[in-house]
């Protein structure tokens, strides 16, 4: 019995030595990996999961090249949330019109279109470390919101949307959450429309002014769509 005992004892000290070399190896490993990643971070290699990422391919040296088919669907996310549509209506629309998600799948989700929306890649730019992991062993990742350090690259790639279109959508995600949006958009009164002249206007009133014109839709085909 005794024999047995010493025996277990063996095994369990010998297992507690071989998972804290491995647990040491990981560490090691984790550390390497992050210094190496953020290294390229602070020289500005901008890089995305591009079999997961709407708009952009691999190019050869690894940066960001345009996807025409793919762009087309960014633009289209951002033109009819400028519309007045929200990130669920955009993703119940493509699911619809059977346009895949960036990660192949049928069904579109508002949290998908959000991140597209506010994602500034599409602007030419890039935010490096969003997210980070604080801890090796269970490598989940969190939000960087200054825990370390972040670094912004301007012009890095080809836009898919233009600057000032992309910080406009920005105000307008802020006046929504703030629960600042009115039936009005914000092109009223601003925009005139190439085909008849007029001033833009969404509403029922300014119809009935224009003489049953509807500028929305007027505007919307000649300039916003």
């Not at 560490?27 to 901008?46: A, D, L, Y």
């Not at 059977?98 to 998908?112: L, M």
């Not at 919101?145 to 802020?174: C, M, N, S, T, W």
Request: proline share 4%; net charge positive.
């Amino acid at each position: 019995m005794s024999n047995f005992t010493d025996y277990c004892l063996l095994l369990y000290e010998l297992f507690t030595i071989i998972s804290s070399i491995a647990q040491e190896e990981s560490r090691s490993i984790s550390e390497n990996c992050t210094w190496g990643q953020r290294r390229r971070f602070e020289e500005g290699k901008v890089s995305v999961p591009f079999k997961r990422f709407l708009g952009y391919d691999k190019g050869k040296d690894g940066e960001l090249v345009v996807n025409p088919e793919q762009a087309k669907i960014v633009r289209r996310i951002y033109a009819e949330f400028l519309k007045g549509r929200s990130p669920y209506q955009i993703a119940k629309d493509l699911t619809a019109d059977e346009i895949p998600t960036p990660g192949g799948k049928a069904k579109w989700a508002g949290g998908v279109i959000r991140s597209i929306l506010q994602n500034e890649k599409y602007k030419g730019d890039a935010l490096l470390q969003k997210v980070f992991t604080p801890d090796y062993l269970t490598k989940k990742k969190i939000k960087n919101e200054g825990q370390v350090p972040q670094y912004y690259v301007r012009g890095d790639h080809e836009a898919i949307i233009e600057p000032e279109v992309f910080e406009l959508v920005q105000r307008q995600i802020k006046q929504r959450k703030s629960g600042s949006r009115s039936n009005v958009s914000i092109f009223s009164g601003k925009l005139i429309c190439a085909d008849c002249g007029g001033y833009y206007g969404s509403n029922e009133k300014d119809r009935r002014e224009n003489g049953g014109i509807d500028r929305t839709k007027c505007v919307l085909r000649s300039g916003l769509g």
